[in-house]
């Protein structure tokens, strides 16, 4: 929660801090990726989930792609067709939806560092 922190504290803090500030680590490794370990063929890391995270965050950025799959398109991007970048380096189209077929919400609560 913010309700620790500054407004000046806040301003020196990198997207990164403030983003683990609302999603903290804890509850990513031991709810996000423990639940969704046990319906994947192989476990989900911290690291590839912020990699998915990372994915949804790019693809946002960008208006008019009507196919999410175009991301992950092997030809080569361009201007006026499909995705203007390819994320295949980043993680596998197959990988990214066998995620995302089983996250699920969860009514789980996080415990805060302020309670």
Excluded at 75 to 88: C, V, Y
Excluded at 102 to 112: A, N, P, W
Aim: proline share 3%.
């Amino acid at each position: 929660s913010f309700r620790n922190y500054s407004k000046a504290d806040v301003m020196k803090m990198s997207r990164l801090d403030m983003f683990l500030i609302m999603l903290p680590m804890n509850f990513i490794e031991e709810t996000v990726i423990k639940q969704t370990s046990e319906r994947l063929h192989e476990p989900l890391t911290t690291q590839e989930y912020i990699k998915w995270i990372g994915c949804w965050l790019y693809m946002s950025c960008w208006v008019g792609i009507g196919n999410r799959r175009d991301w992950w398109a092997t030809t080569a991007p361009s201007r006026h067709k499909g995705a203007p970048f390819r994320l295949n380096d980043y993680m596998s189209r197959t990988r990214f939806e066998e995620i995302l077929a089983v996250l699920q919400h969860t009514d789980r609560e996080c415990e805060h560092e302020d309670g």
